[in-house]
């Protein structure tokens, strides 16, 4: 599998061609597929690393999309997709599914994922498309799929469709369709839908008429759709964090250009004391969301069993950080980000892009409905104080090697809660032994957070008919708590390192706390702002020599 580094040569060495940016844009005015810029990414062999093995490392994976991503959202989104198409054989798979599929995606094949229907969006429990079992073993599919990523490119596609009439939690099945070996006719394409972002993006649907596949078709049992999508959406949800962390390494590098270029008043503007506390708090947010991807990622491998939490929280969190960020950059940039050619050009295309990253693979609602129907578990775990420290420890130490990835570790629900968050109190004790006066101040503000979210967790019975809106705000606060407790375990796992410098890099820490904390005046800000205007690599990381 290419690294996050090489293909980042891969990609510079293409900047006076299709991945210029101004061929990009252009291909975006005009609405048109980035084929030329996809092509390089076949070539560069990324499409191999889609491809899910025991021996695959997953936040290596989530690196080559935000590299992908930090140059253009539409061509990371667009080819980005054949994983989540390729994610449920991974998980469920027989083992000639596993094979031929990897053989096709390494190949360069796109593959879509057929759930989402125009008249249930996410109601996936409501779709149409029906799975008929006919007497030879195989299946005929019939129905709709809509605003479907790669319907049109892809000649595979993992398909939702209901086996029982009566539907259900166990009415439904997933089918990987070769669109090669239907008849003509039984795969129809729909018009491209025009979108606010991602213009070049193939979004379409299609129709199946009597598409007839073998019983080697089904991936898992007749019944087992609905269970496998959302263990698919386990893997999906965390890996499309590196949308948004490449989004906001691009953000942040168009603003650090300009105001570093930009003369006010007879003073540079990155100088202007007001410009570098918004320059400083958009560091910290970016921040704080890489700490939740890291800890996210790494839980695949050390927490596999709490990734029903975990990848709801990173869902949830990183993208719609990512997009408040973006908003405090456009006061920065001015009329300067509305523009679509240089100077700034490229943050309006980027900002209407992201967009779509906090909506598909469930949109920040949902993840959150879906992490406070774990809120009676998660409020009494976190209570009690249990926790899984060796996974934590695993997941916060970028520099251990992930264990073997087994999808089958992966659950429904998690019976651990969220070790992230129920280890905040030990994390903080770490802090206390560290000796750092003010990084102590604040990891004990956000500890008593804690407490106070884990009483009003106590009162909290989720029920059906929808949920009040005060209830949201409990899982935004779940999530801010998990970031904190993620920035923590990432500076401790960091700082009895030898090469680690933490009297040095804790301001990064303390403006990441002060962040989550809503303080907005917190020195920290200033000093993390000369981080950004000093930051010369690609992304801008908590983590030194990062992809």
Not at 18 to 23: T, Y
Not at 42 to 68: C, E, M, N
Not at 109 to 136: I, K, M
Not at 206 to 224: E, K, S, T
């Amino acid at each position: 599998m290419i690294g996050a580094a090489a293909l980042e040569r891969v990609l510079a060495g293409h900047e006076s061609g299709a991945w210029a940016e101004e061929a990009l844009r252009a291909l975006d005015d005009r609405e048109d597929f980035p084929a030329d810029a996809v092509a390089v990414l076949d070539d560069a062999g990324l499409a191999a690393s889609y491809v899910l093995t025991p021996d695959r490392d997953f936040p290596a994976l989530v690196a080559l999309i935000r590299t992908v991503a930090r140059r253009d959202l539409t061509v990371a989104i667009a080819h980005g997709k054949t994983f989540l198409g390729s994610v449920p054989v991974w998980i469920a798979g027989s083992p000639e599914q596993t094979r031929e599929l990897a053989e096709r995606v390494r190949e360069g094949h796109p593959v879509c994922w057929g759930l989402t229907e125009r008249d249930h969006g996410s109601d996936l429990l409501a779709g149409e498309l029906t799975a008929t079992g006919e007497e030879n073993g195989g299946w005929r599919l019939d129905g709709e799929k809509w605003l479907i990523n790669n319907a049109g490119r892809a000649r595979l596609g993992c398909v939702l469709a209901r086996t029982d009439p009566a539907g259900g939690s166990r009415g439904f099945g997933l089918f990987l369709v070769d669109r090669d070996r239907l008849p003509p006719g039984a795969w129809q394409v729909l018009p491209k839908v025009r979108t606010h972002g991602i213009r070049g993006a193939d979004i379409s649907g299609f129709v199946l008429h009597g598409a007839q596949v073998p019983a080697d078709a089904l991936i898992g049992g007749p019944g087992d759709g609905i269970a496998l999508v959302l263990k698919s959406l386990q893997l999906t949800r965390t890996a499309c964090v590196g949308l948004s962390l490449g989004a906001a390494d691009h953000a942040l590098r168009l603003t650090r250009d300009f105001v570093t270029r930009r003369e006010l008043y007879g003073r540079r503007l990155g100088s202007l004391p007001h410009v570098r506390r918004i320059l400083g708090r958009a560091a910290a947010a970016v921040l704080t969301a890489e700490a939740v991807s890291i800890l996210a990622t790494r839980s695949v491998h050390a927490l596999p069993g709490e990734l029903s939490v975990t990848s709801a929280i990173a869902k949830a969190y990183v993208p719609t950080t990512v997009q408040d960020t973006l908003g405090r950059l456009a006061e920065v940039l001015g009329v300067r980000g509305f523009l679509t050619t240089p100077p700034g050009g490229g943050f309006a295309k980027l900002e209407r892009d992201h967009r779509i990253c906090a909506i598909f693979d469930g949109s920040t609602v949902v993840n959150r409905t879906a992490l406070l129907t774990q809120t009676p578990r998660l409020g009494r775990l976190l209570r009690r104080g249990s926790a899984d420290t060796r996974g934590v420890r695993a997941a916060a130490d970028p520099s251990l090697p992930p264990a073997p990835l087994d999808p089958a570790r992966l659950t429904l629900v998690s019976a651990t809660g969220c070790s992230v968050v129920q280890s905040l109190p030990a994390a903080v004790e770490e802090i206390r032994a560290q000796g750092h006066p003010r990084l102590t101040a604040l990891a004990e503000a956000v500890l008593e957070r804690c407490g106070e979210l884990a009483a009003d967790l106590a009162d909290f019975v989720p029920v059906g008919g929808g949920l009040p809106s005060t209830a949201f705000t409990l899982a935004e606060r779940y999530e801010r708590l998990y970031a904190a407790s993620a920035c923590l375990h990432l500076f401790l796992s960091q700082a009895g390192r030898p090469a680690a410098a933490p009297d040095d890099d804790a301001h990064r820490l303390r403006a990441c706390l002060a962040h989550l904390l809503d303080l907005p005046d917190d020195p920290a800000y200033d000093e993390l702002a000369q981080t950004l205007l000093d930051w010369a690599g690609p992304a801008f990381s908590l983590l030194d020599g990062a992809p």
